[in-house]
């Protein structure tokens, strides 16, 4: 039986109670009505970009490229106004569930990336499930990192600064494409950036049966996602490579690694076992676990002081790994 969760903190708290019904994921997901999920998705997103600020430093530009079997793969391009490159570059997978989400909804995080790092963030914009389940969108965000890896040089990037990132399902696929780009002596990363990681498929952790009512992402929203993502593959003894990373055993050979999680998030227990085996494979691992954090918390909270903390630890971690590349 789940033991209580901690306490959240009071001032994450106090956002999360003025968070609007509509804009609770647990009010606006129906994975019964996807289609129509995306489109309410997209109406609130519309309203919560109106209220970010404007980044006049940064520009962006709409690229389509080869994806697999040569389908179009869109991609998004941010990168410093007048910067002199070559440049360190993100590769940039948004979250979503597997099954949400598209290029517009991280215009925030890209920009302010690009903003803070000093660096090109080129952004994927991959097939979703259940439509397009596994392996769909690791093959696309393979694909893509490909292909920026050999075109580096015509958007004066340096393919030797290479890092790869995501938020929650963006989290999971980065982690399952930079285990693809080892084992298949793919494009060589200089850095992994996993954001409270979707990784594990099997819902069996602490924390899968604490978080279950915050009404941001919890247990039964994951479970629906990863039906949606792997079918009836989902929980089973064995699956693909690639399809859940937190069951990967051997993560040796992976590029550093920053990872970040809150203490109230139901990926909290997979992410720090994640952690713990690339110690375990000795690569180098910066984990922060923070207090009484929830999902997306420096999203609904930017304000908060855990969320300029973790801003400003994601900048740093960054900004060191490309010193260091």
Sequence with gaps: MARDLPPMD?????????????????????????????ERMTQLLETMLAEMPER??????????????????????????????????????????????????????????????????VSVDYRLAPEHPYPAPVDDCYAGLEWVAGNAADFDVDDSRIAIGGQSAGGGLSAAVALRARDEDGPDLCHQHLIYPMLDDRNATESSEQVTDIGIWDREMNVRAWEAYLGDLSGADDLPPYAAPG???????????????????????????????LLAGGVETEFHLWPGAYHAYETFAPEARLSRETWEARVNALRRAFDEA
């Design 56 to 121: 006049p430093g940064v520009e962006s530009e709409d690229l389509t490229v080869p994806g697999p079997g040569d389908e179009d793969l869109p991609l998004r391009v941010y990168r410093p106004v007048d910067a002199e490159g070559p440049l360190p570059c993100v590769y940039w997978i948004h979250g979503g569930g597997m099954v949400l989400g598209d290029l517009d909804q991280d215009d925030p995080t890209c920009e302010r990336l690009v903003d803070e790092v000093g660096c090109v963030v």
């Design 10 to 38: 009071p001032e994450l708290a106090a956002a999360l109670e003025e968070i609007p019904d509509e804009f609770l994921l647990a009010n606006v997901v129906d994975f019964d009505d996807l289609p129509a999920t995306r």
């Design 247 to 277: 069951r990967v055993e051997n993560l040796s050979g992976l590029p550093p690694t920053y990872l970040d999680i809150g203490t109230h998030d139901v990926f909290r227990d997979e992410t720090r076992a994640y952690a713990e085996r």
